[in-house]
T-cell receptor, first 113, second 109 residues
């Protein structure tokens, strides 16, 4: 049973560029949540997708957007990258929008130069 | 605003030296308290979910407990492979997860 997968593993971008990160949920899961984890900090909630719609959002600007596909996979897009966007981006999947445990992928390490 | 605070930030233990990690939380209507383990550069690995005060869960050398304001993760007779960062997260009544900054545990042989 495949767990949550994310791609790419690492990414280097320059300020002002745009980036797309991808996530495939664990088999049987239909909900994807995205988190940003800065070095030495806990993950911070960005948003959650269920039934191809954004259901909840954390305190992140509109530069952060996402999408969920009919097969439940998801993308995180970040526009106009800032140095402060450098972080580990984590995807977590679950069944349903709230009550189930979230299982995390390995993350994508984004470095903005 | 929901808040989760973990202490200590770092813990260095000798193999076999038991200890406890603390997680204090302030959330609107707790809908679950979660513990995860995270190895460097990897995603968090799920350990436990606790739902009500007085609940306890165990897995190998780890035991998690919950009160109305705190959760504790007890590590009994740790081994070097228990070295990791342990994250605590609280889910509020809008089902958002708020994480603490974690406790980094180092176990020396």
């Amino acid at each position: 049973d495949a767990g949550v997968t994310q791609s790419p593993t690492h990414l280097i971008k320059t300020r002002g560029q745009q980036v797309t990160l991808r996530c495939s949920p664990k088999s049987g899961h239909d909900t994807v949540s995205w988190y940003q984890q800065a070095l030495g900090q806990g993950p911070q909630f960005i948003f959650q997708y269920y039934e191809e719609e954004e259901r909840q959002r954390g305190n992140f600007p509109d530069r952060f957007s996402g999408h969920q596909f009919p097969n439940y996979s998801s993308e995180l897009n970040v526009n106009a990258l800032l140095l402060g966007d450098s972080a580990l981006y984590l995807c977590a999947s679950s069944f349903g929008t709230g009550r189930d445990t979230q299982y995390f992928g390995p993350g994508t390490r984004l470095t903005v130069l | 605003e929901d808040q989760v605070t973990q202490s200590p930030e770092a813990l260095r233990l000798q193999e076999g030296e038991s200890s406890s990690l603390n997680c204090s939380y302030t959330v609107s209507g707790l809908r679950g308290l979660f513990w995860y383990r995270q190895d460097p550069g990897k995603g968090p690995e799920f350990l436990f979910t606790l739902y009500s005060a007085g609940e306890e869960k165990e897995k190998e050398r780890l035991k998690a407990t919950l009160t109305k304001k705190e959760s504790f993760l007890h590590i009994t007779a740790p081994k070097p492979e228990d070295s990791a960062t342990y994250l605590c997260a609280a889910r509020s009544n809008d089902y958002k997860l708020s994480f603490g900054a974690g406790t980094t545990v180092t176990v020396r042989a």
